[in-house]
């Protein structure tokens, strides 16, 4: 969508001073304005940046009194916080498809198609899947067969999702993320070659869970893969075959968990941090950026640290000795040196 | 497919209790049953859960009695684990592409195509591409100029491959992995600019190789990016250019192989190591997750750990004492106190 | 572009001895030369290979005498390494696509094109975008609207760029980067469930950067995510909302840089790196592969290295004696001893 400042005005019950055919798609800060967009002013410290952002029209209070000239457009309201609030939900759709299946887009008969939905251009919904109604899909996306998307869904362009995955009501899936491909399951045999494991397991993700770019969710080997609800993934996350995530857990980009483990509810990992296969992570658990936790036998709410992780303060504990280390073993080599002396003394 | 449940007990030759009609589209576990999926019970002890299970039909032994009513269909059989891997490997056919090539699918006459191929609808293969028989090409694929790919193929959705890269016999390359793109090379000028080094060589694949979902392999400088025979490489895996990686040789999620390393053969590699540039890894060595090796040292089978990945067992001995550290610095106090005391008495 | 061995002799204005129909379609080393190439042979002490490559043709100096039979052509030149040059650069155009717009793609009346562009079949451009002249966009990408694109860009195959972005001229985007996404943002509520930020800000992306193979740029909350001109960002890497990055910086393959932080000029960062968020990294500063860098605090041109990172040298310093604890405290334990013993003795 885009706006010029007197039809933002008008939506604002606002006052207009200057140019009202200066046209807005969005909004930005102040001291990082940008032409085509609507900034504002609600703390009068930030003044100065009023005469100087490229920003195209500024929002400001009713007795804001200018003290040099503007360049930008200005519309003064009431209540300037509440004023850019709307501004940012009115432009967020911005981009969004509107409802309708392309003409460019393949779907099979045997789909059932809820109302409202949007398939964007050169998408390909296998057969047999079911998409909830309002549901977004854009383009470019995979819909492998028998798989099943709840309502109010969002499917970025490029996501690939692999046969019978189940994707709950209001999930968001970013681009190129890929859910429901083969674990890493093989057998060697007697030469050491590897066999694979046949995946017949599928994905199933919970309402309210959001998935980032990149990122990548094993289906089950013969069970499942399971995404509690209100769980958030970041991009280029790799979660295993057979893995369990709990409720409201986070998870921080490049983080990786490997096959069989389990997460608890509300738990935190951070970025780049490992979870070993086979391991239960309990409740509200935070895992510092980077860790590598192999063990589960940590009590709900540890915080935890390292490689392998231990609890935090005592990692950091530990830590600040290594960087001393190098003092450390002057004091022993001291020490080593004054005993040789005392007990030639005491001898 | 999809069979109801007269059909799969025909097939297997058992005797059909209950609905005839229940449609069965995968297998599942019985604590895990989803309806729809046909599950099965060897084994005794797990009997309650087939009374709860969610699984649409169940299969079990000729002499099976249910002591509750059944409210799925049951399917006896005379060897319930014979008939649970059948009933596996029917499904697991699931979602797979027919032979054919679509017709919104672009491929230029110049491609030698082999017999039985099916090329997906949105996928683009570029001039003087081989094809191998019976290889499938899914929906959104990017097959680069004369880019070569053998028989049995199965390259997933929205996979995309540079030009002149050579694909063997059995290979997978799951969704959306990267192939033959231009290593990370510049050479930086007197003002610390970087000027890109042009990357002419190529990526060669050799048979029976698996490759994870978003996984990226840099085509070669001027020579080759190689992955030797049977290796398996998991998601989200970074291989940069000029490596070569053995034979048989698995590399976990997340792993990071630097510019022109060699990777011998049967070589495990665990999530989210990282491999430095220009070193050799011996045969069959055994590299823990998030391992950094800087050095290719290490004979044939040693185990590494650490960061720098140093013997395992060694870096467990010191990160014990790293953890006692706390400990060890009020030892030397210690000692330190006890020694002036000494030295003053000896005094 | 393919060439047969008279037509490639001519352009190097070189004498031809042997096969001329013989096809190539580019250069490779002489000790790993396949079929369909041209390698060459400046160093004599490489002549061994001359007769067993398997390239299809040979550059030599006009001096050269083959001392046994070539199985390939021969093609002598005054100055073997400008002639190999001249054949890089020949061939670093195959599989380039030509001007054009592909029937098959889809874009809005609404872009604004330059002249000489390229849009890959597949392809999905957005409403008010604007592509800059000689720019290529190849198959499957997708731009999101409003974005603009500079001149003489390149998209790789299955970009997936969301609204609003701003891509700088000669920038090249590997497959399947994903840039603008939604950042990983949200506010806990009284129950510990995550509620989503918007993210209506932008990803500005400066001329002359390349940017790897399934990288992802998070966009800004309210702002911008920047990468200033002329940092390359290699595969895999995890760029977050509001970060900024300076000039001519290097950012190697799956290295991750938490929110808001800013880094640099001239800074190289290793592979599987993390940077925290919220904090400021000077210019030309290193970082090691696998380091966790958790302060701002280390001075322009410091090498960096460990998890939390500190200044390289003093990492190896105390990381040697990491290695050493197990002697180290047998030397605290024989200290323990004889001072036991000396004080018996001195008492």
Redesign the interface.
């Known amino acids: 969508m ?1 706006l010029n400042a007197a039809q933002l005005c008008k939506l604002l019950d606002g006052e207009l001073v200057g140019d009202g055919e200066k046209k807005i ?5 102040i001291d ?1 304005g ?1 032409p085509g967009t609507v900034t504002f002013l609600a703390n009068p410290k930030y003044e100065d940046h009023a005469y100087t952002t490229k920003a195209s029209v500024l929002l400001a209070g009713r007795s804001f009194v200018p003290r040099e000239p503007l360049s930008l457009t200005l519309i003064k309201v009431d209540d300037v916080y509440a004023a850019m609030m709307f501004v ?2 009115k ?2 759709k ?2 969004i498809p509107e409802a309708g299946i392309s003409d ?1 887009a ?1 779907t099979d008969p045997s789909c059932q198609l809820g109302t409202d939905i949007s398939i ?3 998408s ?1 919904i ?3 899947c079911s998409i909830g109604s309002r549901s977004i899909i ?3 996306a ?1 819909i ?3 798989t099943s998307i709840g309502e109010d869904v969002i499917i ?3 996501v ?1 999702i ?3 995955s189940q994707i709950g009501d209001r999930c ?1 899936i ?3 993320a ?1 859910i429901g ?2 674990g ?1 399951g ?1 057998r060697p045999n007697e030469e ?3 066999v ?1 494991i ?1 995946h ?3 994905v199933i993700i919970e309402e ?1 869970v ?1 998935i ?3 990122t ?1 969710i ?1 289906r089950g080997t ?3 893969t399971r995404i509690g609800k ?1 769980s ?1 993934i ?3 996350v ?1 979660i ?1 075959h057979n893995v369990a995530i709990g409720d ?1 857990t ?1 998870i ?3 983080a ?1 968990i ?1 096959g069989s483990s389990e997460i608890g509810d ?1 738990v935190r990992i951070g ?2 941090a ?1 979870i ?1 296969g086979h391991i239960k992570i309990a409740d509200r658990i935070e895992i510092q ?2 860790s ?1 936790v192999h063990t589960g036998k940590f009590p709900e709410g540890t915080r935890l640290f390292g ?2 992780a ?1 609890n935090y303060l ?1 990692y950091l ?3 600040a ?6 003092e ?2 002057k ?2 080599e001291d ?2 040196r ?2 040789a002396t ?2 030639k ?3």
């Not at 798609?25 to 800060?29: E, L, N, R, Y």
């Not at 000795?321 to 190098?326: A, G, I, M, S």
């Open positions: 885009i798609h969005g909004p930005s800060q990082k940008r940012v939900e432009f967020s911005n981009g460019l393949v964007g251009a050169f390909f296998e057969n047999e854009y383009p470019q995979y492998g067969h028998g970025y362009p490029g690939k692999y046969p019978n968001i970013h681009a190129n890929v491909c083969d890493f093989y050491g070659h590897y694979k046949n017949v397991g599928i309210d959001e980032g770019a990149n990548v094993d013969l069970a499942v209100g958030k970041d991009n280029l790799q295993a409201h986070a921080a980009a490049q990786g490997a509300h970025g780049q490992g070993a950026a980077q590598g490689y392998p231990i005592d504990k530990s830590y000795l290594f960087k001393q280390l190098p450390l073993i004091r022993i020490l080593e004054q005993l005392t007990k003394l005491s001898e």
